[in-house]
């Protein structure tokens, strides 16, 4: 009866079933640098601080990730009075709270399953939050229209790229899908194209020409990668991570020209949308820019554009909130899509209740306008103060050569590291300013991303710091920052 | 200069990038019938019911998905007074709120970055919820220890399911990784299989023994799955979903035991632990049970399970709150893991948050102790009434024949359909149980899910429908279906 016993019931003496050579090997080749070796060290630092544990520094200052309220920026009021009434709906007979956050509370809550937010929601969003995203990219381009058919609704814009990227994985050796990343690049996309076996097909920004991306270099890059794959999307992040460069609407339009003239799908990463910073720089959206060019290329470019609740002026990161618009995408491949995203049954409620506030902010005439336009403005002079602080204080520094900030929420600046620390890095295995880096953490406290977890061109040094601490922390970490280059410099020269 | 640009500037006529034909086929694999082309139907049927159009019915009755809020249960107060506060501390100076409550406010905010939920948390999920969780296990399984670094935090139980899914994911052709799962299946499994492009290997329950699982069919399964695949990994689902069986301690040995000699891990969907009403079943884990067997066992099988805040008496779906425990998981590969959640960044905070509170609920002495007992069992009793209900009544329906809902918040029962239906429905190119459910659906406003969206054995007829609409609507609903059947029956008799 028994079948699967042996005679005197003793186990079969086998290893492991999943261990790291049976495991997936797509998995394995993953890089995830953002949260990589560096910060798994500062977090193990902290834990040493907190236990008595002497060092040359009294905090670890985290200058790797782009999270707003970690480093200290508080969160928006409005936002969050709407998101505790939708949590708790007795408070919506609270006098504490004003008109405008009661309505858009009751608003969002009846459209939700039994009017709680602990509903399921449909897999492509709430009805009406993918309405007001559609009305708000409605606004924000001129009056270009958009179809809330063509939102998607996503835990974070993470989710989005993710699932666009699976959509387009196809093929096999040569005929297998490219994806044309920008280096530096953001390591989600790395990541996620090493997890589904695709072909990674790099294309070098320009730093001497403040990180903006060369036509010439997109078709090199292009030509090269049709001797092996199928290069068949190219993935566009702006304002850049980890380069904060901002592109000009000439170059949108000359990428779309690329596009539609090589038959690429466009991935357009816009979460720092709200975070243009320089003089002269502004945000264009690429399906702006698309329908300007005309039907020619407006009826034709398959483009999909991210954003996110995690960036901007809010930061909500925690929530994991985002949204994603299709253009151009062909009925079928959509209707996979949706199929595709009802597997895992919907994005975080809560998630997407708050992109519906950031896309349907508070108006003139409105109880919480004043207030909000107060907070956000402050936050996002307060984020162009900084960006100019670490440009000039950088350029201060003989070995440091840092483009402006014009967007985003980072600088990305160049290092020359002496010959002797090269070497020295070398011997251990470690790439260069992976070495630089962890030494700035041992001795400072300091916790920056090394240049090669982004990507940069072959004997090139960099390493990415954000400028969201606080004005006066980020003034204490440049300082010490050029304290420890200066002195790094000395020790290996 | 312009490479790309043809002499007079046209375009060359090219299709569209991504169609049917050239993305991803597994995409195209997945199949996902709770939220399938019924559903859709159902939503239409509503949004016609709005503009006035004549039905026989009123309102849609939706019985087809798990979502207890969405059906009008009230969420618990506690948890969402807690997340309230959390959403936005200043409530925590507002004295309509217990001392508990603002407690495990307090405690919770201090975990997070910056003190808010809007940052990111670790990848593996917040330090303090992930003791809590090990905390329960332990308290749950009579004091067998659970470790915080064996606790995964996850966007829903859905989130960590396909997270093992994809590290077991490897190989080609016959070494290609084969997934056991019972048959009825929850449709997540069977998509999220086609989407990884790993093959399914189907083990049938016993629908005549409650549906039980039986070792001579897992047996059965697998010496067939051995012909053409290499099954490395046995999905157990108990509570079962859809088929609402308890799995008695003595088969839960069994399948370890199975497990153990056949060298396959086991992934243990236990999100419905608290749902278990028939008299004599009781929930067992496999964790508990796995170490109960001694450590020839507990040192070596490897198992990961799955718990989810959207289930059982709270039914919080839309905050995508879950956990994953592993067992035995080589230390190779659990970094491997820790790096792959981490690209995505992290779950959603509040439902971090709310795992949180479902794993330490209010304890006796704390003021909201009572509340929350009183609402819990409430609930739990109401359900363990519709699971009797629902059985009771389809079993005077002739050719319809419920098991008992010993568990979970569904029925499965089998239908008997009249061959001249069967023979209609083939000739539609539709599913027998499909054509009979769309037709209830055309009728009666009734939602529910063709047994075909689960998996049934050949030549068997069922459809899924949730105990969770309230006892008032149930009766109505089991009693409109009761009359449709019978009309059913006679007009293609
Ligand atoms: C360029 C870019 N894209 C996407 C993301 C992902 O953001 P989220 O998933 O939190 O929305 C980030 C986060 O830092 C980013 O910098
Ligand atoms: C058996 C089973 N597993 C997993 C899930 C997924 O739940 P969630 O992702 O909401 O936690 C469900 C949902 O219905 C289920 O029934």
């Not at 520094?57 to 309220?69: L, T």
């Not at 953001?186 to 072909?199: Q, R």
Request: glycine residues 8%; hydrophobic residues 35%; aromatic residues 8%.
């Amino acid at each position: 009866e028994w079948l699967y016993m042996s005679e005197n019931g003793a186990l079969p003496r086998l290893g492991k079933v999943l261990t790291a050579d049976t495991m997936n090997a797509n998995v394995k080749k993953v890089d995830y640098a953002v949260r990589g070796p560096i910060v798994q060290r500062a977090v193990q630092i902290e834990k040493e601080l907190k236990e008595g544990v002497k060092k040359p520094f009294e905090e670890v200052i985290k200058a790797n990730i782009g999270d707003a309220h970690a480093m200290g920026q508080r969160p928006i009021t409005f936002f969050r009075q709407v998101m505790a009434l939708c949590t708790y709906p007795l408070l919506l007979d609270d006098n504490k709270f004003p008109e405008d956050v009661k309505n858009r509370a009751r608003r969002i809550l009846q459209s939700c399953g039994g009017n709680s937010i602990g509903a399921y929601t449909t897999s492509q969003g709430i009805d009406c939050v993918r309405h007001d995203v559609a009305n708000y990219i409605q606004r924000r381009d001129g009056g270009i229209p958009s179809d809330p058919d063509n939102i998607y609704l996503t835990t974070g814009a993470s989710d989005g790229i993710v699932t666009i990227l699976k959509l387009l994985n196809t093929g096999e050796g040569r005929t297998r899908t490219g994806v044309m990343i920008s280096i530096p690049q953001y390591p989600l996309y790395s990541a996620s194209i090493a997890e589904l076996g695709a072909v990674q097909v790099n294309y070098y920004l320009n730093e001497e020409k403040c990180w903006s991306l060369d036509i010439s270099e997109l078709q090199r890059s292009l030509q090269a990668a049709r001797e092996h794959c199928n290069p068949s999307v190219l993935c566009i992040i702006n304002p850049g991570n980890p380069t904060g460069q901002v592109q000009s609407r000439q170059c949108i339009e000359d990428v779309i020209q690329f596009a539609a003239k090589e038959n690429l799908f466009l991935m357009a990463d816009e979460v720092y949308q709200d975070n243009v910073y320089a003089e002269g720089c502004e945000f264009h959206s690429f399906k702006k820019v698309l329908f300007e060019m005309g039907p020619e290329y407006s009826s034709k470019v398959e483009l999909a554009s991210f954003h996110s609740t995690s960036k901007c002026y809010m930061g909500e990161c925690g929530f994991r909130g985002g949204y994603m618009e299709v253009i151009n995408m062909d009925p079928e491949v959509k209707a996979q899509l949706t199929k595709l995203v009802s597997v895992r049954l919907c994005p975080p409620a809560p998630g997407q209740a708050l992109m519906d506030l950031v896309v349907n902010s508070p108006q003139p005439g409105e109880p919480s306008h004043q207030t909000f336009m107060k907070e956000r403005t402050a936050i996002l002079s307060a984020l162009a103060e900084k960006a100019k602080l670490t440009e000039q204080i950088l350029n201060t520094v003989p070995g440091i050569s840092c483009n402006p900030v014009q967007g985003a929420m980072y600088s990305f600046p160049r290092i020359t590291l002496p010959e002797r620390s090269i070497n020295e890095a070398k011997a251990k295995g470690q790439a260069p300013d992976m070495f630089y880096c962890m030494k700035l953490l041992e001795e400072t406290g300091i916790c920056l991303v090394p240049g090669s977890g982004f990507g940069q061109r072959e004997g090139t040094y960099h390493f990415r710091m954000t400028i969201l601490p606080p004005t006066d922390k980020l003034k204490t970490l440049l300082n010490k920052l050029k304290e420890f280059h200066q002195k790094f410099t000395q020790q290996y020269s």
